[in-house]
Nanobody, 116 residues
Framework: QVQLVESGGGLVQPGGSLRLSCAASGFTFSSYAMSWYRQAPGKERELVAELISVGARATYADSAKGRFAISRDNARNTVFLQMNRLKPEDTAVYYC?????????WGQGTHVTVSS
């Protein structure tokens, strides 16, 4: 059974940092491209960052460039999103996604609220 479980969300002040984690199980993690998406209230889900494999160049949304960093640990079947200099407009539910030959899998999401 495929599972993606996000954690690390919460309430943070503008300018603060959070580190999101997504623990994967039930598929060959190292063979899948991993990405983070987010969905703000009233908006469509959007790609934040993607990392196809360890050592590959990551892809970022313009809004995330220079502030967010995606990484993955294949030994722990986990993908991370380090978010720095957070802004109120980063408030959203953050989802991790696995994409590979077996299909696309999504987690349930973790809430991030940036507010003073």
């Amino acid at each position: 059974q495929v599972q993606l479980v996000e954690s690390g969300g919460g309430l943070v002040q503008p300018g603060g940092s959070l580190r999101l984690s997504c623990a994967a199980s039930g598929f060959t993690f190292s063979s899948y491209a991993m990405s983070w998406y987010r969905q703000a209230p009233g908006k469509e889900r959007e790609l934040v960052a993607e990392l196809i494999s360890v050592g590959a160049r990551a892809t970022y949304a313009d809004s995330a460039k220079g502030r967010f960093a995606i990484s993955r640990d294949n030994a722990r079947n986990t993908v991370f999103l380090q978010m720095n200099r957070l802004k109120p407009e980063d408030t959203a539910v953050y989802y991790c996604k696995a994409a590979g030959w077996g299909g696309d899998y999504w987690g349930q999401g973790t809430h991030v609220t940036v507010s003073s």
